[in-house]
């Protein structure tokens, strides 16, 4: 079952632009990530943020987390043609080891106009 | 180091037909997992293995089958096929299973 739900499903913005995507997510968690994929393509992994954190930063990549409302956001700055792909958030289940599994969002494709 | 392989990259095959999957991961990942991926249910969980013993299972049939050998190289089987298991199928490795997770290209299997 798809725990995450993401929104927008689809954003379109120009090259520069701030790209905002947000996350739902339902259980309690150990860790929320963000993956990336292109057009049909393996999932990357862009970033991992841990329960007991807020905030995170990597590179043009800010990620938020609020467990109080079961929420997180990934903010990509300045954003380039190149970050056009699929963005999908994945929690881990809280109270153990999830053993490789992952419970993915449904998505949301972001297009970056040149 | 060389990524994780999924061969093949593409198949068709004919309802009623089964398909092997194969899934090389990272050099010294011992944790394999597959994922199925739909326009329709997105992503979701198969199985996971570890030193050649599932530890987790996602709720998919016992149509959906897999293994994983001593060198860590995994495959996935599916039996009697049916149209609605067309999909992409991932296949990730991670030391121990937990956390960061990293995907292969994926097979992407047509059922005709």
């Known amino acids: 079952s798809q725990q995450g739900e993401e929104d927008p499903q689809a954003l379109s913005i120009q090259e520069g632009e701030n790209a905002t995507m947000n996350c739902s997510y339902k259980?309690?968690?150990?860790?929320l990530q963000w993956y990336r994929q292109n057009s049909g393509r393996g999932l990357v992994h862009l970033i991992l943020?841990?329960?007991?954190?807020r905030e995170k930063h990597s590179g043009r990549l800010r990620v938020t987390l609020d467990t109080s409302k079961k929420s997180s956001s990934l903010l990509i700055t300045a954003s380039r043609a190149a970050d056009t792909a699929s963005y999908f958030c994945?929690?881990?289940?809280?109270?153990?080891?999830?053993?490789?599994?992952?419970?993915f969002g449904q998505g949301t494709i972001l297009t970056v106009h040149p | 180091k060389a990524g994780v392989t999924q061969t093949p990259r593409y198949l068709i095959k004919t309802r009623g037909q089964q398909v092997t999957l194969s899934c090389s991961p990272i050099?010294?990942?011992?944790?394999v997992s597959w994922y199925q991926q739909t326009p329709g249910q997105g992503l979701q969980f198969l199985f996971e293995?570890?030193?050649?013993?599932?530890?987790n299972k996602g709720n998919f049939p016992g149509r959906f089958s897999g293994r994983q050998f001593s060198n860590s190289r995994s495959e996935m089987n599916v039996s009697t096929l049916e149209l609605g298991d067309s999909a992409l199928y991932l296949c990730?490795?991670?030391?121990?299973?937990?956390?960061?997770?990293?995907f292969g290209a994926g097979s992407r299997l047509t059922v005709l």
């Open positions: 990730a490795s991670s030391f121990f299973g937990a956390n960061v997770l990293t």
């Open positions: 259980t309690s968690i150990n860790n």
């Open positions: 943020i841990r329960s007991n954190e």
């Open positions: 994945a929690t881990d289940e809280g109270g153990g080891t999830s053993y490789g599994k992952l419970t």
């Open positions: 050099s010294g990942h011992r944790s």
């Open positions: 293995y570890f030193s050649e013993t599932q530890r």
